[in-house]
């Protein structure tokens, strides 16, 4: 590793570029580089100035089932490419397409016959927000189960928390492939995406729990409070609150499993703790970096 000291002339700061390193890249006075910062605040210099290639994804497949056609769909979408095309064996009913386990919240994806088309890349800069954001929803889902059991207005919210997910994980992926800028260091996109996903699969069992289930309800809604208390000031996180989270969460209900009923309290809860564990590495991570 070479050591540089930074050099000042008024208010521009500035170092030399080893000598070494310009002859074999052939740098002259006349030279152009390109100087492009990096997601965990590195800068990255590069010999000759590079052009961004649009990244079109062009696939084929001849399943027409689909659970296979949906995942191929979301794993395109979350990908930075700037479109992608699927070309399927036979026409598809873009209606019954679209309503499929709700693949309506992709925005910017159309169905034409047996093409499906997104043309245009959707950026997300900011994935703790989203996740906020989540967390809020999650609470107001909670609130509407253990009230009037609106279950249209469950249903909207379950969308929302899933789409947000999508777009969590776009935003991871872009981050990591140097598609997308963000502030957030690689370390805390890998949490919040384990975070996202956790929650995610934790509403799918939370909203077929029957609203007679209050005391349960009550618990996890405790557990989701405390969650969204610390995502507010995230910046603040320490083992201590983590702890408290993984409190609350081991201390919700665990009923045998007899059937479906009581399976989904145990995801519920299962979830839950899984995220309290993912919160107590974040902040033993952030002890590290002290």
């Not at 992608?84 to 009913?93: M, N, T, V, Y």
Request: hydrophobic share 40%; with cysteine.
């Amino acid at each position: 590793m070479d050591i540089r000291s930074v050099q000042k002339t008024g208010d521009m700061k500035y170092l030399y570029l080893p000598t070494k390193w310009c002859k074999d890249q052939k740098i002259s006075a006349n030279s152009k580089v390109m100087v492009e910062q990096m997601n965990d605040g590195s800068l990255s210099i590069i010999p000759e100035i590079r052009e961004k290639k649009v990244k079109n994804i062009r696939l084929s497949i001849d399943d027409t089932d689909f659970d296979v056609i949906q995942k191929l769909i979301v794993a395109c979408y979350i990908n930075p490419a700037d479109s992608f095309r699927i070309s399927l064996k036979r026409d598809i009913d873009p209606i019954e397409m679209i309503n499929h386990n709700g693949l309506v919240s992709l925005e910017m994806v159309e169905i034409d016959k047996n093409q499906i088309v997104c043309e245009s890349e959707v950026k997300v800069s900011d994935p703790e927000s989203l996740l906020r954001t989540s967390i809020r929803k999650i609470k107001n889902v909670l609130t509407i189960m253990m009230k009037n059991y609106h279950k249209e207005l469950i249903e909207r919210y379950e969308n929302e928390i899933d789409r947000n997910k999508l777009l969590i994980s776009k935003a991871v992926i872009g981050a990591l492939t140097y598609h997308s800028p963000t502030r957030l260091k690689m370390i805390e996109l890998h949490y919040i995406g384990l975070i996202s996903t956790y929650l995610e699969g934790m509403t799918d069992h939370l909203i077929t729990i029957e609203k007679e289930e209050k005391e349960f309800l009550q618990q996890v809604m405790h557990a989701v409070g405390m969650l969204q208390d610390i995502f507010e000031q995230i910046g603040t996180l320490d083992h201590t609150k983590a702890l408290g989270f993984l409190k609350s969460a081991n201390e919700i209900d665990t009923p045998l499993v007899k059937d479906i009923k009581t399976y989904r309290k145990r995801r519920v809860k299962k979830y839950l703790v899984n995220v309290g564990e993912v919160m107590l590495d974040w902040a033993v991570t952030k002890e590290v970096e002290k």
